[in-house]
């Protein structure tokens, strides 16, 4: 009996532990990794991205939305697309990631002349250690997050929103003092 509540204790310890971890992705914390597919304007990537691939080279902007072909996530896409020469200048890549499948993301890329990657997390393993997915809905939440070169998390906006520019303003800020 004492085996089975020292055994329901480390459970709920353990998964207590993992709950606190994941609840508190703050600014300063690396980065989760993931190895995802991903698919271009020009086409649907043969091997994964692995996030950490990138470290070292940049920053790198993860911009979490619902799902392809929407109003909202196409306001989101395009406001990065239109300023894709300024985010460059600011040493950032851009990874689009949603829980749709490479083959949207790659007409929704070549529809829109992207000219990032889409990586699709159609599980949603990658928005859930983000903090993005929304169970309600089964959805990524509009959030934004910018690492810097070496991995770490800088900047998070677990609100980003389309509908101005405040939102893509106070990033373009963020990289701008990374």
């Not at 055994?7 to 993992?18: P, R, V």
Request: one cysteine or more.
């Amino acid at each position: 009996m004492k085996a089975m509540f020292l055994g329901l204790f480390l459970l709920a310890s353990t998964t207590a532990a993992l709950a606190q971890s994941a609840d508190s992705l703050r600014v300063g914390d690396p980065a989760p990794d993931f190895s995802l597919p991903y698919a271009t304007r020009d086409s649907i990537a043969g091997d994964d991205l692995k996030l950490s691939s990138l470290f070292g080279k940049g920053n790198v902007v993860l911009a979490f939305y619902p799902a392809d072909w929407s109003g909202g996530c196409t306001k989101e896409v395009c406001t990065l697309r239109d300023n894709f020469t300024d985010l460059g200048a600011l040493h950032a890549e851009v990874l689009g990631i949603s829980g749709d499948t490479v083959f949207s993301h790659f007409e929704w890329a070549k529809h829109h002349n992207l000219p990032f990657r889409l990586v699709s997390d159609h599980k949603h393993d990658v928005a859930k250690r983000y903090l993005s997915f929304n169970d309600e809905s089964g959805y990524n939440r509009r959030t934004v997050y910018a690492l810097d070169k070496s991995g770490k998390i800088a900047y998070i906006d677990m609100h980003y929103s389309p509908r101005d520019s405040v939102s893509f303003l106070k990033l373009k800020d963020a990289l701008r003092r990374m």
